[in-house]
């Protein structure tokens, strides 16, 4: 059977600027796999890139053994590949609930009420104010709302971009325990994290991404235990 997602030799450049110099790597059938690096290591190029927003250089991408790269992001979408991006992105004068519902947008199936309630049932504050404009919801609450309409598009596949960015420790291991119970419920995901404990605590496996290149993969257990890893992206001397 084919991956989930398979990246190959993937070349992204900003005009004569190349953010990814050729990266290649799999994420299989209801895996976590997370991709850890520094600032401007070319983490969301990656993923952008994955969804259709950023065009390839070179390169191949596939999504359940079907080429991706060259078809349109809402197409991406449609085929069960969702991106929570990086910074929330939710459209701040809509509430809740309507933010929840675009995520549903391209839908045409009779699930979407239930998958509501499922979102409603692993954040509960979002049911408490679904009503409420979304703006006025906390950096965290943000955050939820944002994975939450990722997943109101049912997808095969999630990528979540820097989830616990600005959130406070507790907020954080929330969103670390959906994950993980995400995956529990079948689905597969592509994690982009600064937190690289986190991250490497949770997934099954990882890429260490540097200038636009992997320099390092392996499962999660050993990245945390590797010395190079240690020093470089989890703060030890
Ligand atoms: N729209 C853009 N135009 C030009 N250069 C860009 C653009 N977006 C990103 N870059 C550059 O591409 C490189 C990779 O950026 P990217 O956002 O992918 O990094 P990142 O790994 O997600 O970093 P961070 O951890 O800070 O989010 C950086 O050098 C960045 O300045
Ligand atoms: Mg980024």
């Known amino acids: 059977m084919s991956a989930a997602l398979e990246v190959r030799d993937l070349v992204v450049a900003y005009g004569k600027i190349r953010a ?7 994420v299989n059938h209801g895996e976590i796999v997370t991709l850890i690096g520094t600032n401007g290591a070319g983490k969301t190029t990656t993923l952008r890139t994955i969804s259709g927003l950023v065009p390839v250089e070179s390169g191949e991408i596939y999504f359940q053994g079907e080429r991706i790269d060259g078809v349109p992001a809402h197409q991406i979408v449609e ?3 969702a991106h ?10 809509m509430t809740v609930e309507e933010n929840l519902l675009l995520g549903a947008y391209s839908r045409r199936d009779s699930g979407i009420s239930t998958d509501l309630e499922r979102v409603y049932t692993l954040f509960p504050v979002l049911a408490e104010r679904r009503r409420q404009a979304a703006g006025t919801f906390s950096g965290g609450e943000q955050q939820m709302l944002a994975i939450g309409r990722a997943l109101m598009s049912r997808p095969k596949l999630l990528m979540l971009d820097e989830p616990s960015m600005g959130l406070s420790p ?15 419920q079948g689905t597969t995901i592509l994690l982009v994290e600064q937190n690289a404990q986190a991250a490497l605590e949770l997934a099954d496996r990882g890429y260490v991404l540097e200038v636009g290149r992997i320099v390092l993969s392996d499962t999660g257990h050993n990245l945390l235990g590797n010395e190079q890893v240690r020093k470089a992206y989890l703060g030890e001397d």
């Open 20 to 26: 990814v110099k050729g990266i290649s790597f799999t």
């Open 79 to 81: 085929r069960g590949l």
């Open 84 to 93: 929570a991006p990086e910074g929330r992105r939710i459209f701040p004068r």
């Open 170 to 184: 507790m907020m954080m291991r929330r969103i670390m325990s959906t994950i993980r119970e995400l995956k529990e």
